[in-house]
């Protein structure tokens, strides 16, 4: 039972464009949600974070938004460049239990 | 620097054999975790520890053992017992029990049987 789904396992964008990574969530308990990037034989980063109480974070290009009704969060990136190129992860928290990850999306950026 | 090693970076075992990945934490850490990376499949639990001497079984904990003697330090081992232990294995810590302060990841190992 996949409770974190990224539904897209690959995503091009031209450098300078928008990129948009989503995510889909099951469980309604989850109340913090993180994205990280992964670069190949490396292990992933922290990017960028959402509380529920919000709807919107902003980081730099990164921007997270949330929506609670849909049980959907996506991650915009602004304007792209080739160094996003990775895989990016989702993933999601409630009531102080573990972290549960998507599947992954990979990003490829073409200059 | 604080942060998570994880050594060797590459490994290569015989079928039949076990080996032991390694993990250690200087952020003073109490959970630590262990997760397995196949293509498509995205990050799979093997073991979790929230506090010394106490750990858990994640969603694919078959053929794995681990150990949490020291804070620091978290090895899994992949017994002979694992039907496909070839993967990328990362090991990750966070502060407390629970995904609110988020994971420190380690760069990974590479595990190949041959």
């Known amino acids: 039972d996949q409770q974190v789904k990224q539904n897209s396992p690959s995503l091009s964008v031209q450098e300078g464009r928008i990129s948009i990574l989503n995510c889909d969530y099951t469980?309604?308990?989850?109340?913090?949600f993180l994205w990280y990037k992964k670069y190949p034989a490396e292990g992933p980063t922290f990017l960028i974070s959402?509380?529920?109480?919000?709807d919107k974070n902003e980081d730099g290009r990164f921007t997270v938004f949330l929506n609670k009704s849909a049980k959907h969060l996506s991650l915009h990136i602004v304007p792209s460049q080739p160094g996003d190129s990775a895989v990016y992860f989702c993933a999601a928290t409630g009531y102080g239990n573990k972290l549960v990850f998507g599947a992954g999306t990979i990003l490829r950026v073409k200059s | 620097d604080g942060g998570i090693t994880q050594s060797p970076k590459y490994l290569f075992r015989k079928e039949g054999q076990n080996v032991t990945l390694s993990c250690e934490q200087n952020l003073n850490h109490d959970a630590m975790y262990w997760y397995r990376q196949d293509p498509g499949q995205g990050l799979r639990l093997i073991y979790y520890s929230q506090i010394v001497n106490d750990f858990q079984k994640g969603d694919i904990a078959e053929g794995y053992s681990v150990s949490r003697e020291k804070k620091e330090s978290f090895p899994l081992t992949v017994t002979s017992a694992q039907k496909n232990p070839t993967a990328f294995y990362l090991c990750?810590?966070?502060?407390?029990?629970?995904?609110?302060?988020?994971?420190?990841f380690g760069s990974g190992t590479r595990l190949t049987v041959v």
């Open positions: 469980n309604s308990m989850f109340d913090y």
């Open positions: 959402i509380s529920s109480i919000k």
């Open positions: 990750a810590s966070s502060p407390r029990q629970g995904g609110y302060h988020g994971y420190t």
